[in-house]
Antibody
């Protein structure tokens, strides 16, 4: 239901754009999150984009604010993560996830992840 | 930021054991706590939301409790497929934060 793409090897200071394709649910009705996991480490929330009813507003973790931008195209059922000024510490598996409101307040559907490696 | 501290970080147990993992928040998060299971090379899977509600399809041997700053995840009788990493996550306040994880391994 969620499939990420766009990961790869990039040099420090470079840019990369990740995509997440959604299917089998009404994508436009949901908030969407990005979560990452560095090799051998725990989960780190990257950011969130709300739905059109909440004017697509975004929230970011301090570690990526000003460098990463989350966007979405509801007509294409797609979520994006534009990553600029990449650092070696951004190396991780990046997951997109559907965030449920309505008393759940959790991420109930996850993609399989795409790997980003920042290295010279 | 709200810090979530899980303990233990590592747990060794046997099939059939009852295990409990604790997640402590640095400030009150009401009941906005979720638990996830993650197996190696896989995405996390939602087990419990709002502290104690079992996600659809999750076996009843999993249960959650707590509110405020102290929460627990209990597995009543460990099955071989339960050996994995477990994470708590708070949804009360931005930034969303996760606990550092508990790795559950077979004794």
């Amino acid at each position: 239901q969620l499939v990420e793409s766009g990961g790869g090897l990039v040099q420090p200071g470079g840019s990369l754009r990740l995509s997440c394709a959604a299917s089998k649910f009404s994508f436009s009705d949901y908030y969407m999150d990005w979560v990452r996991q560095a090799p051998g480490k725990g989960l780190e929330w990257v950011g969130r984009i709300r739905d059109s009813a909440h004017t697509y507003t975004t929230q970011y973790a301090a570690s990526v604010k000003g460098r990463f931008t989350i966007s979405r195209d509801d007509s294409k059922n797609s979520l994006y993560l534009q990553m600029n000024s990449l650092k070696t510490e951004d190396t991780a598996v990046y997951y997109c996830a559907r965030f449920l409101l309505g008393g759940v307040y959790s991420m109930d559907v996850w993609g399989q992840g795409t790997t980003v490696t920042v290295s010279s | 930021d709200i810090q979530l501290t899980q303990f233990p970080s590592f747990l060794s147990a046997s099939v059939g054991d009852r295990v409990t993992i604790t997640c402590r928040a640095s400030q009150s998060i009401s009941s906005y706590l979720a638990w996830y299971q993650q197996k190696p090379g896989k995405a996390p899977n939602l087990l419990i939301y709002t502290a104690s509600t079992l996600q659809s399809g999750v076996p009843a041997r999993f249960s959650g409790s707590g509110s405020g700053t102290e929460f627990t995840l209990t597995i009543s009788s460990l099955q071989p497929e339960d050996f994995a990493a477990y994470y708590c996550q708070q949804g009360e306040t931005y930034p969303i934060t996760f606990g550092q994880g508990t790795r559950l391994e077979i004794k």
